[in-house]
């Protein structure tokens, strides 16, 4: 009677079982079947429970499935069985990354390199995780050894293209996506980024060109459409950038970002009812931050609601008290409605924050608590005659 290979037996031929089974699911995993291969890599840990490999596998199959506790688990218990595995090390790094834990895993990546120097999968991770940290220097350095260890990588080339643009460096980062679409050209976010370096380069048409390719890339996605509505906004085309910020909402399903955005042009473009139901929207998903509210206050004001306007302005300035702007609207609507000293403490804070706020400054040195209408600043509220309450 022969012995199974999935039960103790002939130990040659459960080492065959296993490689086997490592086999495919490598061959899983390079073609995307996160499942399928951790299912192989889950059968050979069961033959061989003493082998890093198996573990190497699940580890990997798990970051493609996002799991990054469950990866971390996996590549910890490799380094178990062999400390020495550089890709036991550099997952272990890519698991800490994906849990937010960027500073440890800049730390692991170098344990990788020691055992692997030439890696470039680990150089071009520690530049991940040291852009992450806001270290743009150090990172692109890494990015720079990766490219010297592979020049033909492309995604070392996209990596070092985002670092640059979140450097404020938008020429280097043009190339550098360039190198990168050259060597592949299916890569969304090298489309996305090449967009966002053209339009900081003030080449909004080119960068049309660049979000419609990512967009193509990336069905489902709503940065494409933000650039591409940036783009048009700076083209003057306000109607088609307000479609376009719509449609990032739509694909973001919620994403109180396009909500904001829209908004934001409808109000330019004197639409403040249409402005004021995407901010609505906006702040229904979630969306508490000040210019949403700043930009709710203008809609509601040019729809004449002005007490739901000072109650817009008030979580502005409470979701960011250094918004001067906002300090000083709340102020005028507070002296409208008869509050001199609580307007007087708007006045104060925004020039707490903003010293060279002329606004706050010239409403302070008004004793009587009227203004003068021909220096109101355009969209503010016009401030009215006090009168004695009786």
């Known amino acids: 009677m022969s012995s199974?290979?999935?039960?103790?037996?002939?130990?040659?031929?459960?080492?065959?079982?296993?490689?086997?089974?490592?086999d495919e699911g490598n061959a899983r995993l390079a073609g995307g079947q996160g499942?399928?291969?951790?299912?192989?890599?889950?059968?050979?840990?069961?033959?061989e429970p003493g082998s890093p490999f198996p573990w190497l596998g699940l580890g990997h199959a798990a970051l493609m499935a996002g799991d990054g506790a469950a990866a971390l688990a996996a590549f910890e218990a490799a380094l178990e069985r062999d400390g020495g595995q550089a890709d036991g090390h550099c997952g272990r790094a890519d698991s800490l990354v994906a849990l937010g834990?960027?500073?440890?895993?800049?730390?692991?990546?170098?344990?990788?390199?020691?055992?692997?120097?030439?890696?470039?999968?680990?150089w071009r991770g520690r530049g991940r995780a040291l852009h992450r940290m806001g270290h743009h220097t150090e990172a692109i350095a890494c990015f720079e050894?990766?490219?010297?260890?592979d020049p033909?990588?492309?995604?070392?080339y996209e990596s070092r293209g985002l670092c640059y643009l979140d450097a404020g460096h938008p020429r280097q980062a043009l190339a550098s996506f360039d190198k990168a679409l050259g060597r592949r050209d299916a890569l969304p976010w090298s489309w996305q980024g090449r967009g966002d370096a053209l339009l900081r380069l003030d080449r909004p048409a080119e960068a049309i060109t660049a979000y419609e390719r990512a967009a193509a890339l990336l069905p489902g996605t709503p940065w494409p459409w933000m650039g591409r509505g940036r783009a048009l906004a700076a083209l003057g085309q306000p109607e088609l950038a307000e479609q376009a910020f719509r449609r990032a909402s739509a694909e973001g399903g919620p994403f109180p970002q396009g909500d904001v955005s829209a908004g934001a042009s409808a109000l330019d473009r004197g639409r403040p009812e249409a402005a004021l139901a995407d901010l609505d929207r906006a702040v229904g998903a979630g969306e508490g931050g000040d210019w949403c509210h700043t930009l709710r206050a203008r809609a509601l004001l040019a729809l004449d609601r002005r007490g739901e306007a000072a109650e817009a302005l008030?979580?502005?300035?409470?979701?960011?008290?250094?918004?001067?702007?906002?300090?000083h609207d709340l102020g005028l609507l507070l002296r409208e409605?008869?509050?001199?000293?609580?307007?007087?403490?708007?006045?104060?804070?925004?020039?707490?924050?903003?010293?060279?706020?002329?606004?706050?400054?010239?409403?302070?040195?008004?004793?009587?608590g009227e203004e003068r209408q021909d220096e109101v600043p355009p969209g503010r509220p016009r401030a009215r005659k006090r009168t004695r309450a009786s």
Not at 145 to 149: E, N, R, T, W
Not at 315 to 320: F, G, L, S
Not at 353 to 359: I, S
Request: hydrophobic share 45%; proline share 6%; glycine share 8%.
């Open 337 to 368: 409605r008869g509050d001199e000293a609580g307007a007087r403490r708007c006045f104060r804070a925004a020039l707490a924050t903003m010293p060279e706020h002329t606004g706050a400054r010239e409403a302070l040195g008004e004793a009587g």
């Open 152 to 156: 033909s990588d492309p995604w070392v």
């Open 4 to 22: 199974s290979p999935e039960s103790p037996g002939d130990p040659e031929a459960v080492r065959d079982a296993v490689c086997a089974l490592l």
């Open 35 to 47: 499942d399928a291969a951790a299912a192989a890599f889950g059968r050979a840990r069961d033959l």
């Open 145 to 149: 050894m990766a490219v010297f260890l």
């Open 314 to 327: 008030a979580r502005a300035v409470d979701a960011n008290p250094r918004n001067a702007d906002a300090h």
């Open 101 to 122: 834990r960027c500073e440890e895993a800049a730390r692991g990546y170098l344990d990788a390199l020691r055992h692997g120097p030439a890696r470039v999968t680990a």
